[in-house]
């Protein structure tokens, strides 16, 4: 069977090794000129984002490259990115890389028509409508790794350093025009960063899944993007040339990001304010806090555990048999097994509490939480007590 195909779901995806050959038609056909790819700095110095904006130049699309990008970007990032926008004469944006670099790129493309601060367009209440439309600038998403699902997402995570938390940016017109899914660009990706996005892509399916609210199209799509990480991710992570496992890992990650929209939970909320004070990686610490949230939220997702371990064909179909499919996963590609190994303390446990607590993504806990919730979770996690 051939890897490859068109969809327009949830936008228009063009999935398929070699595709990116495509980039400057797509371009043209959102009438982008003179495109802006932005990036990060290691992916800059690579020789695909050469590549990528050779693409354009030979079709006769004059096409810059802009990296000043750090992972869980920030404002300055975005504004950095607005002015080198303005300052080439651009007309488009191709967002080129992981999730730091997708999300950063669809900001870039927001702003460049605003008046207001980024901050006014925080994915509160309807501050969305606040956004001058005409002002967007169209976008491309390349993605380079099979983790965050940026790429089919309507928003930007953006961390804000006045009080060191990270928010949402939203706008339902961020969702990039067109798509790009060529798993030949994610051949490179290291193991250890293969198996950090992978979980991350798991842990968006399955928050997904776990959260309690009313989404059965979501759900399913959330099942199914478990059941391929399940099946293809460690071979992913073990040989990183398979191109088949990269395949299904890179439509498995914008499965987990379409199906959020159902709701996130307390994996998130642990997992932002570790990366907006120490700058640990996101998919990674979702997967180290993975186990936790998951005793944690038990009584309150039994019986959808049973469901979903019968689907993924887990030989024992419960709760019991996920967690131990979770943890025996996280032991095969790599992960971590506390909070404590990738750098935070138990001091920062009531520190982080607050800002779990305010974080968008606690609304979709199975469970409601409280501070005291949280610093208790963030301990469990820093300490491996399940």
Same mark, same amino acid.
């Given at each position: ?49 050469? %590549? ?13 490259? !802009? ?24 007309? /488009? ?8 670099? &997708? ?10 028509? %605003? ?5 006014? !367009? ?14 967007? *600038? ?52 290291? *193991?250890? @960063? ?7 892509? &798991? ?25 391929? @990480? ?28 379409? *199906? ?22 996101? /998919? &990674? ?7 936790? @949230? ?8 039994? %019986?959808?555990? @049973? ?9 024992? %179909? ?21 909070? *404590? ?35 208790? &979770? ?9």
């Amino acid at each position: 069977m051939e890897l490859k195909g068109n969809w327009n779901y949830p936008t228009s995806v063009r999935f398929g090794a070699g595709r990116i050959r495509e980039l400057p038609d797509a371009c043209r056909s959102l009438g982008i000129r003179r495109p802006l790819l932005v990036t990060d700095p290691g992916l800059a110095a690579l020789p695909m984002v050469a %590549q990528a904006a050779e693409l354009c130049r030979e079709a006769g699309l004059p096409c810059a490259v !802009f990296s000043d990008v750090q992972a869980n970007p920030v404002e300055e990032n975005v504004n950095r990115g607005v002015a080198a926008y303005h300052a080439g004469g651009h007309d /488009g944006v191709i967002a080129f890389g992981g999730g730091s670099a &997708l999300d950063a790129a669809k900001a870039i493309a927001l702003m460049v028509g %605003q008046k207001r601060p980024l901050w006014d !367009f925080e994915d509160r209440e309807d501050w969305f409508t606040r956004v001058d439309v005409s002002g967007m *600038a169209p976008v491309v998403a390349v993605p380079t790794t099979a983790g965050t699902g940026s790429e089919v997402g309507r928003a930007s995570v953006i961390t804000n350093l006045s009080d060191h938390t990270k928010r949402i940016i939203f706008h339902p017109k961020m969702l990039p025009a067109i798509v790009i899914e060529d798993p030949e660009l994610t051949v490179g990706l290291p *193991a250890h @960063v293969t198996a950090a996005t992978g979980m991350d892509a &798991l842990s968006h399916c399955l928050e997904a899944w776990c959260s309690p609210f009313y989404h059965p199209m979501a759900e399913g799509i959330a099942a199914e993007g478990m059941r391929l @990480v399940r099946q293809w991710l460690p071979t992913a992570v073990h040989d990183g040339a398979n191109l088949e496992a990269r395949a299904h890992m890179l439509v498995a990650s914008s499965m987990g990001a379409t *199906a959020f929209q159902k709701g996130l939970g307390a994996m998130h909320s642990l997992s932002h304010p570790c990366g907006a004070n120490l700058n640990t990686h996101h /998919g &990674l610490t979702n997967a180290v806090v993975m186990p936790y @949230v998951l005793a944690w939220n038990r009584k309150a997702i039994d %019986q959808k555990m @049973v469901r979903l371990a019968a689907y993924m064909g887990l030989g024992e %179909q419960s709760f019991d048999g996920f967690l131990a499919w979770v943890l025996e996963l996280r032991a095969d590609i790599g992960i971590p097994s506390t909070l *404590a190994e990738i750098g935070v303390r138990e001091e920062h446990a009531a520190v982080f509490a607050p800002q779990a607590l305010a974080d968008p993504s606690t609304g979709g806990n199975p469970l409601p939480m409280t501070e005291e919730d949280f610093r208790v &979770l963030y301990l469990n996690s820093i300490g491996g007590r399940l």
